[in-house]
C-alpha cells in the first residue's frame, strides 16, 4: 500500500487544510501507520474557522439524535478526555446551565432534557429557579428555569489541534504550508495534486477545507457536494477581572439555526459573550460592528447586571463553514480515493478526533491497511490556559516579553523551534497569545519583532496584525 520513488513521495494520503478536522485526520492517520501530509494554504495552520470560536468542548446534548454529527461528538468528546491527560491538553470542567429567560424558552426545556438523555448524556438535570441562582449568584433574578449540562467543558481552540498535528509530524506525517491546492487528477490508483509549493502524489486526498470544501471538491472531482454558507459570530472578550462573575457556562435555549449567545469563561481567563449568527457571503470578512457589539455587551448586562462594571479587552469574529444542510457532509467516493470532510459548521473543535476516527474506521478502513504505530511519540501541549500553571510562574522563566498575558520569551523561542514553528505573527499568537492582551501587542511587538526577525515569510511590520 505505501510507494516511494526517488522524486517524489507517494503518500497514503494527502490532506487539504490545516484546520482542527485536517489537524485532527492527519494524527489519526498517522498513528494508524499510513504516510500522511498535509497541505495548508495559509503561512500557519487554524487560519480558517478554527481560528476563532468559543472553545466549548460539547457533549453533544443538544445535537439532532442519531446524526453524525452527534455521534463524532461523542466519540471526540471521549477521546478529547483520554487524550487531556497524555498531553496535557488544557481542560476547564465548568458545567453548563442552559436557561430560558421567557415562557416559550422555558416550555421547552424538558424537551431538550429528553433529547440529551436520548443523546446518552445522562447527567442532564432539570433545575429550580432557585438552584440556578444558588449556583450563579450574579445572574439576573428574572431567569425562569434550566438544566444542567456538568459535561460541557471549556478549552484550548489552538493549543488542541497544534497538538495533534504535532504528534502527527513526530510520528512521520508531514506538513506544507503557503500550499493551496489549486488542481490535481486522479490517475487510476493515485492523485497528482498541484499545490502552490509544488506537486504532490498520494493515493487518496481528504479534503478539509472547512469554508472552501466546496471550491477544493470543485477544483478536484469537478463538483461542489455542497455550498458553503459562511455564517458570522461575532465576540466581545471581557477583561479577566470580569471572569469571577460567572463559573458555569450560560447556554440559551438553542433554535433550528443556531446554539445561541453563549456567555463564559475563556481557559485564558477572560470572560467571553457571543456569538451572533450571520448569514453571508463573504468567505474571508471575519469584520465585528460596532452596532452588533454593543448588543451582545448590552445582552451580558441583562444576563449578568455586574458585567456594566467591567470593560472590554478585545472583540472577534469567527466564520462557520454552514452549508445547506445542519448536519456535517461526508462523501467517500472510493472509486475515486476521494474523501470530502465538509460542513462542520459549529461544533467541529468538540468533534474533530471522533470525526477522524469515525472515517479512519467506518470511511477509510486505515487500520485494516496500515500497522498502527506501536508507542507513538505523545507531545504535551502549549501551557497557555491561566487555570493552569504557566512558565512564567516557574523560578527560572526569565524575561517575560508580554506582560499583558504574561508570556515569556522561552515561549516565543519554543514557538519558533517547535517542530510546527509558527510562521506567523497569528500563528504565533496561537501558539503563545503574546499580543492577544489588553494592550493588543502596543507593549511588546517592537521585541516581537527583533525576535521573530528571518522567521516569518513577512515579518512583523508588513504582515497584517489580525
Ligand atoms: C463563531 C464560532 C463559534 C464556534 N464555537 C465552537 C465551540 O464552542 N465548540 C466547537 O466544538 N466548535 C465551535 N465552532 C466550530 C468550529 O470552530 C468549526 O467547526 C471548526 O473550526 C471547523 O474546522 P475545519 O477544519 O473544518 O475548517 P477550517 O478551520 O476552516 O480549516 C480549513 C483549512 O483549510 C485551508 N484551506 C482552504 N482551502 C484550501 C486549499 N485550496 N488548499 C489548502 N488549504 C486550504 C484553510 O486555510 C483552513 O486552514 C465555532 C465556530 C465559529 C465560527
Redesign the pocket.
Known amino acids: 500500500m505505501q510507494l516511494q520513488s526517488n522524486n517524489s513521495k507517494m503518500f497514503d494520503f494527502a490532506i487539504?487544510?490545516?484546520?482542527?478536522?485536517?489537524c485532527a485526520m492527519a494524527r489519526q492517520l498517522v498513528l494508524d501507520g499510513a504516510k500522511v501530509i498535509l497541505?495548508?494554504?495559509?503561512a500557519d495552520?487554524?487560519?480558517?474557522?478554527?481560528?476563532?470560536?468559543?472553545?466549548?468542548?460539547?457533549t453533544g446534548f443538544d445535537a439532532p439524535v442519531g446524526s453524525l454529527e452527534q455521534k463524532c461528538i461523542t466519540k471526540g468528546y471521549e477521546d478529547y478526555l483520554a487524550l487531556h491527560e497524555q498531553m496535557e491538553l488544557p481542560i476547564l470542567k465548568s458545567g453548563a446551565m442552559v436557561l430560558a429567560w421567557n415562557t416559550q424558552q422555558e416550555a421547552k426545556l424538558d424537551e431538550l432534557i429528553d433529547q440529551a438523555h436520548q443523546n446518552g448524556v445522562a447527567d442532564v438535570i432539570r433545575l429550580t429557579r432557585q438552584q440556578i441562582l444558588d449556583r450563579e449568584p450574579n445572574l439576573s433574578p428574572n431567569v425562569k428555569g434550566g438544566f444542567l449540562v456538568p459535561g460541557e467543558c471549556l478549552i484550548d481552540?489552538w493549543s488542541s489541534p497544534h497538538a495533534y498535528l504535532t504528534q502527527a509530524l513526530l510520528n512521520g506525517g508531514e506538513v506544507r504550508r503557503n500550499?493551496?491546492?489549486?488542481s490535481g487528477s486522479f490517475e487510476g490508483d493515485h492523485w497528482h495534486l498541484n499545490?502552490q509549493a509544488g506537486s504532490i502524489t498520494a493515493r487518496t486526498v481528504i479534503s478539509?477545507?472547512?469554508?472552501?470544501?466546496d471550491?477544493?471538491n470543485q477544483?478536484l472531482i469537478g463538483k461542489k457536494l455542497f455550498s458553503i454558507r459562511p455564517?458570522?459570530?461575532q465576540?466581545v472578550v471581557f477583561d479577566k477581572a470580569a471572569s469571577k462573575v460567572s463559573s458555569t457556562i450560560i447556554l440559551p435555549v438553542p433554535t433550528a439555526t443556531t446554539k445561541g449567545i453563549v456567555v463564559c469563561r475563556t481557559i485564558f481567563g477572560n470572560l467571553l459573550i457571543?456569538?451572533t449568527a450571520e448569514e453571508q457571503e463573504s468567505r474571508t470578512d471575519a469584520s465585528t460592528e460596532r452596532e452588533t457589539l454593543r448588543d451582545l455587551r448590552q445582552k451580558g448586562i441583562d444576563m449578568f447586571p455586574t458585567l456594566a462594571n467591567y470593560d472590554i479587552a478585545a472583540t472577534y469574529?469567527?466564520?462557520?463553514?454552514a452549508s445547506e444542510e445542519k448536519d456535517y457532509r461526508l462523501t467517500y467516493l472510493a472509486e475515486q480515493n476521494y474523501l470530502s470532510?465538509?460542513g462542520?459548521?459549529?461544533?467541529?473543535?468538540?468533534?474533530?478526533l471522533g470525526l477522524a476516527r469515525y472515517c479512519a474506521e467506518e470511511l477509510l478502513k486505515s487500520s485494516k491497511n496500515f500497522s498502527a504505530i506501536k508507542g507513538p511519540i505523545i507531545p504535551k501541549a502549549n501551557r497557555l490556559s491561566d487555570y493552569h500553571p504557566r512558565d512564567w510562574q516557574g523560578s527560572d522563566h526569565g524575561e517575560i516579553v508580554c506582560h499583558c498575558e504574561m508570556v515569556t520569551k522561552r515561549e516565543i523561542e519554543q514557538a519558533l523551534q517547535d517542530p510546527l514553528p509558527a510562521k506567523s505573527l497569528q500563528g504565533l499568537k496561537r501558539r503563545t497569545r503574546a499580543a492577544m492582551g489588553r494592550c493588543q501587542g502596543f507593549n511588546c511587538m517592537g521585541t516581537l519583532a527583533s525576535l521573530t526577525e528571518g522567521h516569518f515569510d513577512r515579518p512583523i511590520g508588513e504582515a497584517d496584525h489580525d
Not at 497541505?39 to 495559509?42: G, I, T, Y
Not at 500550499?179 to 489549486?182: G, S
Open positions: 487539504i487544510g490545516g484546520g482542527v478536522v485536517g497541505l495548508e494554504k495559509a495552520i487554524l487560519d480558517g474557522a478554527s481560528k476563532g470560536n468559543s472553545a466549548i468542548l460539547h481552540p500550499a493551496e491546492l489549486l499545490t478539509c477545507a472547512g469554508l472552501y470544501g471550491v477544493v477544483r455564517r458570522k459570530g465576540f457571543g456569538p469574529a469567527g466564520l462557520r463553514p470532510v465538509g462542520i459548521r459549529s461544533t467541529g473543535l468538540s468533534s474533530a
